[in-house]
């Protein structure tokens, strides 16, 4: 299993599975970027749990603004599975319990069929693109 310094502009790529966290264009706004499968089996097979927690964590960086919203960028994650869905529920909660606005921005149709099936689309606000997420 890889291991891996978080930083803020840390990015993990040793698998199928990627995740990279930067800020957005307005202060306090960062980007969760997924690429590849979010399943369990990918996700650490390139992150261990502790890392994957503490990107998830958001707290600023040096010199950073206060996290006011956090999108998570899922235009290049062809699938999620249960595990997947069940990282991005826990992060929501961790979102509203700090009173940071998630939104989960260019979902695949597979992954909306998912979420869908799931019941999740109706407590997490989706946005076509980042950019739109952003102006939301």
Same mark, same amino acid.
């Given at each position: 299993? +890889?291991?891996?310094?978080?930083?803020?502009?840390?990015?993990?790529?040793?698998?199928?599975?990627? #995740?990279?966290?930067?800020?957005?264009?307005?202060?306090?706004?960062?980007?969760?970027?997924?690429?590849?499968?979010?399943?369990?089996?990918?996700?650490?097979?390139?992150?261990?749990?502790?890392?994957?927690?503490?990107?998830?964590?958001?707290?600023?960086?040096?010199?950073?603004?206060?996290?006011?919203?956090?999108? !998570?960028? !899922?235009?290049?994650?062809?699938?999620?599975?249960?595990?997947?869905?069940?990282?991005?529920?826990?992060? #929501?909660?961790?979102?509203?319990?700090?009173?940071?606005? #998630?939104?989960? +921005?260019?979902?695949?149709?597979?992954?909306?069929?998912?979420?869908?099936?799931?019941?999740?689309?109706?407590?997490?606000?989706?946005?076509?693109?980042?950019?739109? +997420?952003?102006?939301?």
């Amino acid at each position: 299993m +890889a291991t891996a310094q978080v930083s803020s502009w840390q990015t993990w790529n040793s698998g199928p599975f990627c #995740m990279e966290r930067k800020l957005g264009r307005d202060p306090g706004t960062v980007i969760l970027r997924f690429r590849g499968p979010f399943t369990l089996r990918d996700v650490y097979s390139c992150l261990e749990p502790t890392a994957l927690n503490k990107m998830l964590e958001l707290e600023p960086g040096p010199g950073e603004p206060p996290v006011v919203k956090n999108i !998570l960028d !899922l235009s290049e994650c062809p699938y999620v599975d249960s595990s997947g869905l069940g990282i991005i529920v826990t992060h #929501m909660v961790r979102c509203q319990k700090k009173g940071i606005r #998630m939104i989960a +921005a260019g979902i695949s149709p597979r992954v909306k069929q998912v979420m869908q099936i799931t019941k999740v689309d109706s407590i997490i606000t989706c946005c076509g693109s980042v950019d739109e +997420a952003e102006n939301c």
